[in-house]
T-cell receptor, first 114, second 111 residues
Framework: DVKVTQSSRYLVKRTGEKVFLECVQD?????MFWYRQDPGLGLRLIYF???????EKGDIPEGYSVSREKKERFSLILESASTNQTSMYLC?????????????FGPGTRLTVL | RKEVEQDPGPFNVPEGATVAFNCTYS??????FFWYRQDCRKEPKLLMS???SGNEDGRFTAQLNRASQYISLLIRDSKLSDSATYLC????????????FGKGTMLLVSP
């Protein structure tokens, strides 16, 4: 079974703090993704990575950065957290394959910024 | 902006009922199609892929109409445990195996 783990299930931070969310996958997947999910807005792609040290902006990259130093690990960084970044953050991984493109999700981190 | 549109519901059905969800997608170049299931406060999980010829997995049947850019999911003999949000998903246009998710359709199955 594919396993994607995230460093925290719940996190509370203060405005202006630097926040690190970590994601690890154990299936040797090439691609990793960070999404946020908000009521009424669905899942929105923040950043993704298709290889070590490679990153691409998704639909809503503003206020976020990412790091992929190792294949199995993909970190999301909020340089200076703001209240509008309160959300559920979901990490996913998958392999590039034009016939499947399936992604597997971690359990999510519910971040509250006060 | 490529979109995936779904009726948000909720669909309220009794146990044993048959229920159908539909979604439309705007990217005519999409090649991969999926239904994901998401339980309350949990992560999305792959329910099934959707193939051009249609496919069935137990009580679940998925259909794809490329000409109309339309995907459907049929659930027969609904169970209480089918209560969840069902996300329609298509691959994106980035060339990097990104996915575009619909906002989901909520299903509530009652005794």
């Amino acid at each position: 079974d594919v396993k994607v783990t995230q460093s925290s299930r719940y996190l509370v931070k203060r405005t202006g703090e630097k926040v690190f969310l970590e994601c690890v996958q154990d299936m040797d997947h090439e691609n990793m993704f960070w999404y946020r999910q908000d009521p009424g807005l669905g899942l929105r792609l923040i950043y993704f990575s298709y290889d070590v040290k490679m990153k691409e902006k998704g639909d809503i990259p503003e206020g976020y950065s990412v790091s992929r130093e190792k294949k199995e690990r993909f970190s999301l960084i909020l340089e200076s957290a703001s209240t509008n970044q309160t959300s559920m953050y979901l990490c996913a991984s998958g392999n590039p394959d034009s016939s499947t493109d399936t992604q597997y999700f971690g359990p999510g981190t519910r971040l509250t910024v006060l | 902006r490529k979109e995936v549109e779904q009726d948000p519901g909720p669909f309220n059905v009794p146990e044993g009922a048959t229920v159908a969800f539909n979604c439309t997608y705007s990217n005519s170049a999409s090649q991969s199609f999926f239904w994901y299931r998401q339980d309350c406060r949990k992560e999305p999980k792959l329910l099934m892929s959707v193939y051009s010829s249609g496919n069935e997995d137990g009580r679940f049947t998925a259909q794809l109409n490329r000409a109309s850019q339309y995907i459907s999911l049929l659930i027969r003999d609904s169970k209480l445990s089918d209560s969840a949000t069902y996300l329609c998903v298509v691959n994106g246009d980035s060339g990097y195996s990104t996915l575009t998710f619909g906002k989901g359709t909520m299903l509530l199955v009652s005794p």
